[in-house]
């Protein structure tokens, strides 16, 4: 290996006066999985929006180092803030949602458990940590450098208590063909909300309509909540030209 | 279990004068699993167009029976006939791309070796058989009635030798932001073209753009090649409004 189109994601605090410290698992993958060797070049995303061209001074399964060649541009960034409201589903279902939207453009997943959620996520453990390492994964394959992060499961009523989102899109078989003609202003917010398959109850809709959420359309065909939470960001990202 | 929301898979030559005869495999599903009784109601679709409202007569794991109450309007197909070809990928990402892609609407996938293609996917065998169950699946996940194709694995060149499509897009990073203005007349098929990981061949590129191919922009962030079919799917079906 002397060049790669592997990102590696080293945290802020790992990288100090143009030195890369690699933690241990990318110091695995680095030393392990691409084989690389002192004098080869990598990328190294930092997860706040830098990219860095760094050459690899020492690759060691244990620790390894490297040095900062110069920043580079990362993928762009959407120019709109994307957070997306998934009701809770299986775990492999909801981090193949995750993992697309990453990839996509969205900045935030916020599970909701809602009255017909099928899987009660629970906020500690493994489940999280799952769909963290998604979002890893997920921002280094799609060469952007900033990190999504995924907030602890909240019911719908929290998420809109706490939300502060200029633009809310929620996925309804009787919505609008697609997003409103006004685009967003630059910084305004965009949550979707996609319900788990049961949909959601005629109370959550309520809340939503309280809020001014604009129901959206995903088609005629019964789509399952991963396909749906796609698509939706598909048609928003679009609608913002993200994509 | 007296009705059901979901759909069962009976192909049309097993309805014979308004009896319908499962199948072992649907006919395990609808004694073990939806523990249907006599005197029941279920959905069935023939994967030839036909949704019908099913009065179960027998419900035993070998063999079950059911009478046709009436026919009723499946979930709506798209407008124009959508394929989908897509550069040969692991098998279980071939499998995630290819669900979606049926919920959301395509008739067709046609696996397609490129050039840097990474799994030489055989014609034969499970993995042949394993894409027409998902289409299965997914055909009764989205209450579609009509049965998508799954065909053989060709190169582009055979592809495009074969096909009589008006329209054919591919994924391209310096593709256009979206489809032409001017949309299809009812009839015209629509083939989206997605590469491997490692993107076409200059020579593949050649031989799409001698068939007028149209490149188009899926945004600045990488995708994976089922994130980026699942995403060229939903900006085509857009651009005709059938999502």
New interface residues.
Partial sequence: MKHTTTYLYIPQDKIINGEVHFPEDESVHLSQVLRAKSGDEIIVVDGAGSAYRVEITRSKQKYSRGRIIEEINP??EPKFNFSLALGTIRPRRME?AW??CV???MNELIPIHTKYSTDRMKADGKYMDRLRAVSIRAMK????AVLPGVRDPISISELLLAGSFEYIFYGDSEGL??PPLKKPRLGERVLLVIGPEGGFSSEEIRELESQEAIPI????????A??AA??LS??A??WT???
């Fill in positions: 993928s762009s193949t993992d697309f990839q996509l453009g394959q799609s060469k952007r063909p697609g359309s995903l088609g005629p065909r019964r789509l399952r991963e396909t796609v698509t598909v048609i990202l679009k030209n993200d994509i």
